[in-house]
């Protein structure tokens, strides 16, 4: 099975830009306009949170514009920039967004993987929350099928040296941790947040934080100091599951490429290539 991650995509009201400079819908059109060429065909798209910059119905509306254009059927997570209360408005009646009410939690299972999509958002602050009634939805979800699943949350549950992230400490987890920890189907944790990438893991589980679609942040791990903001749209990530792990990482598929493979660009076939690969063996 193959999952598309996108991020971060922090989406403005038509025709505006993020601090003035930056087209934040034109990156994740670029964006999608990859995802939409990915060759194998991918199963589905998750958008795990900070959807639009400033949580107002336009900016909501133009993402949702923008999305329509995704070919793979694609879900979402509320972040700390959204409104799970106007998310759920929004998208009554789609498939991307179906909880009308809080734990603002949901479900896929129609796939070889089942998909449990978490709700990390805090009235009020950029900080994450993950509650007694969160966790409890979670607990009785789980015990509910073997089925291997993948957890995507938007705050990455785990330390992560980035004082910007790490500043919450890690007892909003501890309950996830601990679930998570005696749940063996629990195969992967995929997360957003820090603009930028890291790996770690949570109740033995490895946890990928992929970055954003919008912008990057050169976060000083170690240092307590503001991060540097890059105006650059990331790849979408492809995690990938084999039937026994997630294989996970960032994924091109970049528009007319051929002649920009290396055995075009070697003058070999592919399978001479290889051979010459393979050396003398
Ligand atoms: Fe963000």
Not at 12 to 33: F, Q, S
Not at 248 to 266: F, V
Request: hydrophobic share 40%; proline share 7%; glycine share 8%.
């Amino acid at each position: 099975m193959r999952i598309v991650q996108i991020t971060d995509t922090h989406i403005m009201k038509e025709g505006e830009l993020l601090y003035g400079t930056t087209d934040t819908a034109k990156h994740l059109r670029a964006v999608i306009a990859e995802v939409n060429s990915a060759d194998p065909k991918i199963d589905c798209v998750l958008i795990t949170g900070d959807l639009v910059e400033q949580p107002n119905e336009e900016a909501f509306h133009h993402f949702k514009k923008i999305i329509s254009g995704i070919k793979p059927t694609s879900f979402l997570l509320p972040g700390n920039h959204d409104n799970p209360e106007m998310m759920a408005k929004v998208f009554e009646g789609g498939q991307e967004f179906p909880p009308l009410e809080e734990p603002f939690q949901y479900t896929l299972e129609d796939f070889e993987v089942r998909i449990l999509m978490l709700n990390s958002h805090q009235a009020g602050s950029d900080l994450p929350a993950f509650g007694k009634d969160r966790l409890a939805w979670l607990e009785q979800t789980l015990a509910t099928s073997k089925k291997p699943v993948l957890i995507a949350i938007h705050h990455p549950p785990m330390e992560t040296g980035m004082s910007m992230v790490d500043m919450v400490g890690p007892e909003w987890y501890q309950g996830l941790d601990h679930l998570i920890a005696k749940s063996p189907e629990v195969k992967l944790v995929i997360c957003g947040h820090a603009h930028s990438t890291l790996t770690g893991t949570l109740g033995g589980v490895p946890v990928y934080m992929a970055s954003s679609s919008a912008y990057q942040l050169a976060v000083p791990r170690g240092l307590d100091r503001a991060p540097f903001f890059i105006s650059m749209p990331a790849s979408a990530v492809l995690h990938e599951w084999n039937g026994d792990h997630f294989r996970s990482g960032p994924q091109a598929w970049p528009a007319g490429s051929d002649e920009k493979r290396i055995d075009a660009l070697s003058g070999m076939d592919w399978d001479s290539l290889k051979k010459s690969m393979r050396g003398k063996k």
